[in-house]
Each structure stands twice: as C-alpha cells, then as structure tokens.
C-alpha cells in the first residue's frame, strides 16, 4: 500500500489532574521534518514526541501542536539577586539623605524597585504518569494521521493506475502506428522521384533513402523501455512503503522517452497519441508528489 503525505490526527489523554491534546497535520515535504509547538516548560520531551512520530511517518511535513490543562504542571521558584536589591536599598538611602527627606524607606518602595531582581521560573513536575498521558496521546494522533495518510493513498493508486493504463493504451497505438510511418514515407518519395525524373527511378537509391529514414524514426528501443518503466511501477507500487523518490525517478524517465518518441515519429497520429501519454502522465506527476 502507498500512503499519501497529506493528512490529520488528534489524541487525547487525561487524569483526575491534567488534560493533554495532541493535534497533528502532515503536507508534502522531500523529508520527514517535524516542528512541535508546546508549552515551553516542556520542550524537554520534544525528542521523545519526535522518536513515536518518526516509527510512524518516513516523509512530510508534520505540524505538532500540544495543549496542556490542568493543575499541579509545574513547579515555580523565586529567584532573587540580593546583590541587586541591596543596591536598591543603598541607592534609596543616598536618595534620602542627599534631598533630607524625613520618610522611611518602607517594603512598598523597594517592591516598586524589584522587577528586574526577582526572577520566576518554572520546571514540569518530575512525574512519570504526565509524560506517559503526553507520549500516549501522541501516539494515539499519529496514529490517526497514519490511517487517513493511507486512506488517501488508496485514492492517488487508483487514480495513478487508470492514467497508467490510458498510457499503456497509447503505447499500444503508437506500436501498431509505427511500422506504417515508413511505408507512408517510401510511397510519399517514390511518387515524389517518379514524377521528377518522368518514369525513370533508380530502385537502390530510393531504398537507401527509406532506410536511412526508418533508422532515424524508428521508436522501438523508446516504446520498449516506456513498457518496462510501466511494469516498474506497478511492481513497486504494489510493494508499498515509502516509494515517493522510486515513483518520481520513473515518471522523469516516461517523460523522456515520451519526448523522443515525439521528436522522432514524422505524424500526426503518433504526435496525438504522444500529447494523449503526456496528458496522463503529468497527472501521474501531480498526484507522486503526494506519496510518501
């Protein structure tokens, strides 16, 4: 089965103390790169989140974001730099007896002073049971991103599998089209010379004509190589997993022949079918992008 880089998961835990939400989006990205949005004080788990997402998701982009609720998730501290505030007080007192002022320097004074003395940080709780509600929503999210991530990836398959067939089908065409292209040709110059020279035709050199001609339209090798790129692809689309990079190679490849055979065959009715595979081809395109 192919999965799809695109989809969404949401996961929930809780206890009589706390509430956690994990909600998760994927989208298209050459990579697996994870960005994680949390409360800072615990960004601390980031990498544990990180390693549940990653034995789910091989490629994408997956947007994290984490919601935290409930008491008791951190524990805060003062800090005081005392050298600080016993500079305050000193610059307070100078104040004072520069200017005679005859008030006492109370707590309210020197409070107004502190905000940049006094620091207060926070720590998450050391408790092992809120770190396993946070890795089990976790993984209760991606694994709903993973579910529609295939879902989607049914869908790309079977559109990708009918665009490969209306290129089989061309193929097709273009092989029993092909041998005709020369036989056009050889009718079209002998008719041509015959009418020149009056009657007179010289049988050899027409014949080196054609076959230089055949030589240089022939599509064989082309319309060989797009068949094996074709049973390539449903082989490894049958295998599943993260084949995003194999898909993408071979659709540069069909690309390629393609625009030889277009370049090489001398009618219409091949250069028809050739815009016919390049049409489906570039909506194979659009939808391998997609795949993880």
């Given at each position: ?280 081809l570039e909506k194979i395109k659009e939808q391998v992008q997609n795949v993880?």
């Open positions: 089965m192919i999965v799809s880089m695109t989809g969404f998961g949401r996961g929930k835990r809780e206890d009589e103390n706390v509430r956690i939400t994990v909600e998760m989006k994927s989208v298209n990205h050459r990579f697996c790169e994870i960005s994680i949005r949390m409360p800072r004080q615990w960004m601390m788990f980031e990498d544990k989140i990180k390693r549940v997402i990653t034995e789910h998701i091989a490629r994408g982009r997956v947007e994290v974001f984490v919601t935290i609720e409930g008491e008791q998730l951190v524990e805060r501290t003062l800090h005081v730099d005392w050298q600080l505030v016993d500079a305050y007080y000193r610059m307070l007192t100078d104040v004072r007896s520069r200017f005679h002022f005859t008030d006492d320097i109370s707590l309210r004074d020197m409070v107004h002073m502190l905000s940049d003395a006094v620091e207060m940080t926070e720590q998450p709780l050391q408790n092992d049971a809120l770190l396993s509600l946070l890795l089990e929503a976790t993984k209760e999210a991606v694994e709903q991103l993973k579910y529609m991530r295939e879902q989607e990836g049914k869908a790309l398959l079977a559109d990708m599998l009918t665009q490969l067939e209306t290129i089989e089908k061309s193929v097709h065409r273009i092989e029993q089209l092909a041998p005709t292209v020369v036989a056009s040709y050889r009718e079209r110059i002998h008719k041509r010379v015959h009418e020149f020279v009056q009657g007179i035709v010289d049988e050899q050199r027409l014949l080196t004509e054609v076959a230089l001609f055949a030589e240089k339209v022939d599509i064989h090798e082309e319309l060989k190589r797009i068949y094996s790129h074709i049973e390539q692809f449903r082989r490894i689309v049958s295998e599943g997993g993260a084949v995003g990079r194999k898909l993408d190679f071979l659709v540069q490849e069909l690309n390629r022949e393609m625009n030889t055979i277009g370049s090489k065959a001398n009618d219409g009715h091949i250069a028809s079918e050739v815009v016919n595979m390049k049409s489906a993880e």
